[in-house]
C-alpha cells in the first residue's frame, strides 16, 4: 500500500535465477494498488517502487489496450494524466493494417474516489467516417451517457465534464493509420451544493440530505396532511 500522497509507480517480480515473472494482472499506478502473477517453479522476490506522483507533468498516463476494457482506479493524490490510444504518445493505433471489414472497441473505464469528477480536453487524428473517439458520462456507453462522438482531425476535441463517479473512453477502429490521441483527465474535488425545501400548507417534504454533490442520488419523503 502506497503512504499518502505516493502511487504505485512499477512492480517487478524475479525469480532465483533473476529472471522476470510477467504480470498477468495489475501492477500499475491505476491498478487499484494491485497485482497478480503465476507463480514460477522457483522462488520470488517482490520489488515495488512508490513515487509522489500526481499529474501529467509528473509522467502519469494510461495506454489504451487494442480490443480490451481496463477499469482505471484513479487515486485520491492524482489531479492530472494523460490517456493515449494503444500506440502511446508517439506511435499509431492498432497493428498496421489496411482498413478491415470488422471494426474493434477499446474502451477505458475511469473511476475517481468518491466526491471527485473529471473533465477531459485534448487532441485527435484518426481516419475520418472509419474510426471513432467517444467519451461517456457515468458507467454506461448508450446514447444517454455519451457526451460526444468524433472522427477525423482535430487539434481541440473541446473541454468534457462528469456529472458521475464514472467515466468511459471508449474508442471504435477500423483503420490503423493514424496517430489517435492525446487526451488529458484532470480530477477535481466536487463542490456541495446545499438542499432547500420550501413547504406549504398541506404537507411537508423532508430530504436524507442537507447538502450533497452533483450525480449523488437524493431521497425525498412528502407527509401530507390528514
Same mark, same amino acid.
Given at each position: 500500500?502506497?503512504?499518502?500522497?505516493?502511487?504505485?509507480? #512499477? !512492480?517487478?517480480? *524475479?525469480?532465483?535465477?533473476? =529472471?522476470?515473472?510477467?504480470?498477468?494482472?495489475?501492477?500499475?499506478?491505476?491498478?487499484?494498488?494491485?497485482?497478480?502473477?503465476?507463480?514460477? &517453479?522457483?522462488?520470488?522476490?517482490?520489488?515495488?517502487?512508490?513515487?509522489?506522483?500526481?499529474?501529467?507533468?509528473?509522467?502519469? &498516463?494510461?495506454? /489504451?489496450?487494442?480490443?480490451?476494457? %481496463?477499469?482505471?482506479?484513479?487515486?485520491?493524490?492524482?489531479? #492530472?494524466?494523460?490517456?493515449?490510444?494503444?500506440? $502511446?504518445?508517439?506511435?499509431?493505433? $492498432? =497493428?498496421?493494417?489496411?482498413?478491415?471489414?470488422?471494426?474493434? @472497441?477499446?474502451?477505458?473505464? !475511469?473511476?475517481?474516489? &468518491?466526491?471527485? *469528477? /473529471?473533465?477531459?480536453?485534448?487532441?485527435?487524428?484518426?481516419?475520418?467516417?472509419?474510426? &471513432?473517439?467517444?467519451?461517456?458520462?457515468? @458507467?454506461?456507453?448508450?446514447?444517454?451517457?455519451? !457526451? /460526444?462522438? /468524433?472522427? $477525423?482531425?482535430? #487539434?481541440? %476535441?473541446?473541454?468534457?465534464?462528469?456529472?458521475?463517479?464514472?467515466?468511459?473512453?471508449?474508442?471504435?477502429?477500423?483503420?490503423?493509420?493514424?496517430?489517435?490521441?492525446?487526451?488529458?483527465?484532470?480530477?477535481?474535488?466536487?463542490?456541495?451544493?446545499? %438542499?432547500?425545501?420550501?413547504?406549504?400548507?398541506?404537507? =411537508?417534504?423532508? =430530504?436524507?440530505?442537507?447538502?450533497?454533490?452533483?450525480?449523488?442520488?437524493?431521497?425525498?419523503?412528502?407527509?401530507?396532511?390528514?
Amino acid at each position: 500500500s502506497p503512504e499518502e500522497g505516493y502511487v504505485l509507480d #512499477s !512492480l517487478n517480480v *524475479v525469480d532465483e535465477n533473476d =529472471s522476470t515473472v510477467k504480470l498477468t494482472q495489475g501492477g500499475y499506478w491505476y491498478s487499484g494498488d494491485t497485482a497478480r502473477f503465476r507463480m514460477p &517453479y522457483a522462488d520470488v522476490t517482490v520489488k515495488p517502487v512508490f513515487k509522489k506522483k500526481h499529474t501529467a507533468a509528473d509522467g502519469l &498516463y494510461i495506454d /489504451m489496450v487494442e480490443g480490451e476494457v %481496463i477499469t482505471a482506479v484513479v487515486p485520491k493524490c492524482v489531479t #492530472s494524466f494523460k490517456v493515449y490510444d494503444n500506440g $502511446g504518445k508517439n506511435g499509431n493505433y $492498432g =497493428s498496421g493494417e489496411e482498413c478491415r471489414y470488422y471494426s474493434r @472497441n477499446d474502451y477505458l473505464e !475511469l473511476v475517481p474516489a &468518491y466526491g471527485f *469528477v /473529471m473533465q477531459v480536453t485534448g487532441s485527435m487524428n484518426t481516419k475520418q467516417d472509419e474510426d &471513432y473517439l467517444s467519451i461517456y458520462d457515468g @458507467n454506461g456507453t448508450d446514447e444517454d451517457h455519451r !457526451l /460526444m462522438q /468524433m472522427s $477525423g482531425k482535430n #487539434s481541440n %476535441i473541446g473541454q468534457y465534464s462528469t456529472t458521475n463517479h464514472f467515466m468511459y473512453i471508449g474508442f471504435e477502429a477500423r483503420c490503423s493509420s493514424n496517430s489517435g490521441f492525446d487526451l488529458t483527465v484532470t480530477v477535481e474535488e466536487a463542490q456541495k451544493h446545499m %438542499i432547500t425545501i420550501v413547504n406549504s400548507a398541506g404537507g =411537508s417534504v423532508v =430530504s436524507d440530505k442537507a447538502e450533497t454533490i452533483i450525480g449523488d442520488t437524493v431521497n425525498l419523503t412528502a407527509t401530507p396532511l390528514d
